[in-house]
């Protein structure tokens, strides 16, 4: 392609320059008070003072490789999958032991298992070579991991190490929109928005309670609003009671 002459070599520079100096989009406003959210988030952390992930583990590794193999499939599944596998291989280095095609074979039950066998190797051999055998305490480092994005590695920073991280599933991006507490048009949108709207002292665990009020309450089809313990405050056009549900600590969802 030629150089852009005299005008509109111009236009496209100044056209240019206009972009990045752009200001960021702003995000959408949450349709509920600070108040309002710190009664929305005392209340689920009041049904679940310690939320735990579904995805069945022993160590930083085993997440993240149950990670990894969760996309495009259920939690039910991969736990299904790799309870013989994590049994002999919870580390980088027993993992590379067994080779891709054993790999494959424990986990052909989950979707995209072929190319999932390839990135656990892959990124086995990843931690092995760069890491020294540990999974990394960074998002910077966890998304160069072969088959890791952000979501990825927010999961394993909250779930492994604590961090104050939302990984904005199917089930946090309906949830934020449709009641209006983070909405966004992306999932960075709506990560951006909870991360600025959520109290500090409740982001800990705020990715495992929307995420399980998603998956159990406010659901993608029906929502089951008689069992919301924020009916009350909800401003969802889809809600169908006013009446919160009984404000009692919940037992813990069985692992399937």
């Known amino acids: 392609m030629g150089k852009l002459k005299g005008k509109t070599a111009t236009k496209a520079a100044d056209a240019a320059t206009k972009r990045m100096k752009a200001p960021a989009r702003r995000l959408p406003r949450s349709r509920y008070a600070k108040a309002e959210i710190e009664e929305i988030f005392r209340r689920l952390s009041v049904q679940r003072p310690v ?29 299904k999958a790799t309870r013989k596998l994590f049994a002999i291989a919870d580390t980088p280095e027993a993992m590379l032991a ?35 055998g540990v999974v990394p305490r960074t998002r910077e ?9 952000r979501k990825t590695a927010n999961v394993v920073l909250s779930m492994a190490f604590g961090e104050a991280t939302v990984a904005v599933d199917t089930h ?58 924020i009916a009350d405050l909800c401003k969802a056009k889809e809600k169908t009671t006013d009446v919160p549900a009984p404000l009692i600590e919940l037992p813990e969802q069985t692992i399937g």
């Open 51 to 79: 939320p735990k992930g579904e995805l069945a583990h022993t160590n930083a590794f085993t997440l993240l490789v149950a990670v990894v193999l969760s996309a495009q499939a259920t939690d039910a599944g991969v736990n």
């Open 98 to 132: 067994l080779g891709e095609e054993t790999v494959r074979e424990h986990i052909r039950t989950i979707g995209l298992y072929r190319n999932k066998a390839k990135n656990v190797i892959a990124l086995s051999e990843r931690l092995i070579a760069d890491f020294g």
């Open 172 to 229: 946090i991006f309906r949830l934020a929109n449709r009641i209006g507490l983070a909405p966004g048009k992306t999932v960075d949108e709506v990560e951006a928005n909870v991360m600025r709207v959520v109290p500090d002292h409740y982001l800990p665990h705020t990715h495992r309670w929307l995420i399980l009020h998603g998956r159990y309450v406010c659901k993608a089809r029906k929502p089951d609003c008689p069992a919301c313990v």
């Open 141 to 149: 480092d966890l998304v160069t991991l072969p088959g890791v994005g």
